[in-house]
């Protein structure tokens, strides 16, 4: 097994990882990870709403999607002053990362200055930028990274094949699009996707292989559906054993990930305030370095920083204190 970044992989070698014993696919993760990364570190992110509702995209999972009727209320992008405020107060909460989510198709050229204006402060407190807007142009990518943003996130979400059952406002090339833009750009790219989604475990090997497949983004979120009514999937599988992924399947699709993808952060995103806390530590174990603190992640609940707190105390994990990626010393000289 080499340690060293793959693009090759084959849809039988990472179907062969999924089929290992539990003990086996563990303990290779774990080897993988350590080999790359510091033991016993979880990097801790926050994640702000900067514009929510109102999006025109059909997202199934999703609450903000302007066909949902989740109750989720549209709001304007919000003021420069405000993201700033709340981006030092994770600052104060120990996040080294602070992310900015707008539910949007694309930002509108108008946006722009705004939302330049907010990676420059929230660098200028020396923490890890990351924003996820939708689908972005390649100038707007140059935009953004003039202005020193360290990630951009733009998630699959699925196995391209299972897609289409997810979305049709938009197609996976479009997807694949933005992220070449980011990366044409020099921005890190942040990309993942939701498992729980009603999906068989063929679409999570496809979902693996799209990501393992492509230049593998730094950033790679593992999303549990958190299933809200008032979405198509949320109606359909709310009420239903499919709502809530198996959390030894769930920990198997880390552990592929951090196999696959030695070398990039491994996060556990949303989902996690149902978890146990069984299931978060083995998701430690087979690699997840990073997670989000906080009590909500953009419109969905999250653990919240006293139960993070505990726990990671519990486990003897600490908060990760390197430095951000990305060019925050170009900009800073």
Not at 45 to 50: E, F, H, K, P, Q
Not at 107 to 123: H, Q, S
Request: proline share 5%; charged share 20%; with cysteine.
């Amino acid at each position: 097994m080499t340690f060293e970044p793959r693009t090759d992989w084959t849809r039988d070698e990472i179907t062969a990882l999924f089929d290992l014993p539990f003990m086996d696919l563990l303990y290779e993760a774990q080897t993988v990870h350590r080999a790359n990364h510091p033991r016993n570190e979880v990097q801790l992110s926050t994640l702000l709403s900067i514009k929510t509702g109102g999006c025109p995209e059909d997202c199934g999972y999703c609450s903000q999607s302007a066909s949902a009727d989740s109750g989720v209320k549209a709001t304007k992008l919000m003021d420069v002053r405000a993201v700033l405020q709340a981006a030092a107060q994770a600052k104060d909460g120990g996040s080294g990362r602070f992310c900015m989510g707008a539910a949007w198709r694309n930002p509108k050229d108008r946006d722009m200055p705004a939302l330049i204006e907010m990676v420059k402060g929230v660098r200028a407190m020396g923490m890890e930028t990351c924003m996820t807007l939708g689908m972005l142009s390649a100038d707007q990518a140059k935009q953004l990274a003039a202005a020193g943003l360290d990630y951009y996130n733009h998630n699959i979400d699925t196995a391209p094949e299972n897609y289409a059952n997810i979305i049709s406002t938009r197609t996976f090339e479009d997807r694949v699009e933005t992220l070449e833009n980011v990366r044409d750009a020099g921005i890190n790219v942040c990309c993942g996707g939701i498992v729980g989604l009603g999906e068989k475990r063929e679409d999570r090997i496809g979902f693996i292989h799209a990501l393992a497949s492509m230049p593998h983004p730094e950033s790679v979120p593992i999303n549990a559906l958190v299933p809200v009514r008032g979405t198509v999937l949320g109606d359909m599988l709310a009420d239903t054993p499919l709502a809530r992924i198996d959390e030894i399947e769930f920990v198997r699709t880390v552990a592929v990930a951090r196999i696959t993808m030695p070398h990039s952060m491994v996060r556990l995103s949303a989902g996690r305030e149902s978890m146990s806390e069984s299931c978060q530590a083995l998701c430690f174990m087979a690699g997840a370095n990073s997670i989000f603190t906080g009590d909500r992640l953009l419109t969905a609940p999250n653990a919240g920083d006293d139960s993070d707190a505990a726990l990671l105390g519990k486990l003897g994990i600490a908060a990760m204190q390197a430095a951000p990626h990305g060019h925050l010393e170009e900009a800073a000289e």
